[in-house]
């Protein structure tokens, strides 16, 4: 059974950092593509970062390009965004969803990952 579990969230003022994480169980993030993806209240989920099983990153949207890093640590199936620079309009719930099939590259596609987590919610006050 695959579970994913995100944490690291929470209220920051602007200009502020989080580190969110991403765990997993049931698949192994050496193995398997992990995408990050965030939604706030009355907009569509916006893709925003991911890594390959192989350590590679895709290209990020404008939004979050040079504030926001992917990374993992295989070693304890965990996935993390490190967030820097944080604006209010990046006030979301951050999910991470693991990709179904070994050896895949990651996708900004999030219809194309099968197992996502609950989320974490990052509120940026003014």
């Known amino acids: 059974q695959v579970q994913v579990a995100e944490s690291g969230g929470g209220v920051v003022q602007t200009g502020g950092s989080l580190r969110l994480a991403c765990v997993i169980s049931?698949?192994?993030?050496?193995?398997?593509?992990i995408g990050w993806f965030r939604q706030a209240p009355g907009k569509e989920r916006e893709f925003i970062g991911a890594i390959s099983f192989n350590g590679g990153r895709l290209s990020q949207p404008d939004s979050v390009m040079g504030r926001f890093f992917v990374s993992k640590d295989s070693a304890k199936n965990t996935v993390y965004l490190q967030t820097n620079g944080l604006k209010p309009e990046d006030t979301a719930v951050y999910r991470c969803?693991?990709?179904?099939?070994?050896?895949?590259?990651?996708?900004?596609?999030?219809?194309?990952?099968?197992?996502w987590g609950q989320g974490t919610q990052v509120t940026v006050s003014s």
């Open positions: 049931g698949l192994p993030v050496s193995r398997h593509s």
């Open positions: 969803a693991v990709r179904d099939q070994a050896y895949v590259g990651p996708t900004s596609d999030g219809q194309l990952y099968a197992y």
